[in-house]
């Protein structure tokens, strides 16, 4: 009897994109996720658009103002040319004390 074969290409895991002027936020992602995934950095809007050009990933997490830009806007955008990639606003506006969870509020 003959057997149906499916091949499944492996693929890594996309990236996490870290748009925020604040290197704090971007550190702690890198370290939450502990090179599990990679982690790709933005401290504008202009190089976070260039990001999403060149390199895939499945999640963006964004502080709404980054660098005097509001950041909403750029995030609708993504969702309309891009609706796979989950977004999330961070909400963070300082690293959190020792022995704290890092919180993502919306």
């Known amino acids: 009897a003959s057997r149906d074969v499916t091949t ?5 895991p996309e990236g996490l994109l870290v748009i925020d002027d604040h290197p704090e936020l971007h ?3 890198a370290e939450a996720l502990g090179g599990s995934v990679e982690v790709l950095h933005a401290y504008d809007l ?4 260039s990001l999403l050009d ?8 964004s502080e709404i103002q980054v660098a005097g ?4 806007r750029l995030l609708r955008m993504i969702k309309g040319s891009h609706p ?3 977004t999330l ?4 506006s300082e690293r959190p ?4 969870s890092m919180a993502i509020t919306r």
């Open 97 to 100: 004390k020792p022995g704290r």
């Open 54 to 61: 060149s390199r895939p990933v499945a999640v963006i997490i």
């Open 84 to 86: 796979e990639i989950v």
């Open 69 to 72: 830009m509001d950041a909403t």
């Open 8 to 12: 499944v290409a492996m693929h890594p």
């Open 46 to 49: 202009a190089s976070a658009l």
């Open 89 to 92: 606003p961070s909400g963070i």
């Open 27 to 29: 550190a702690m992602a």
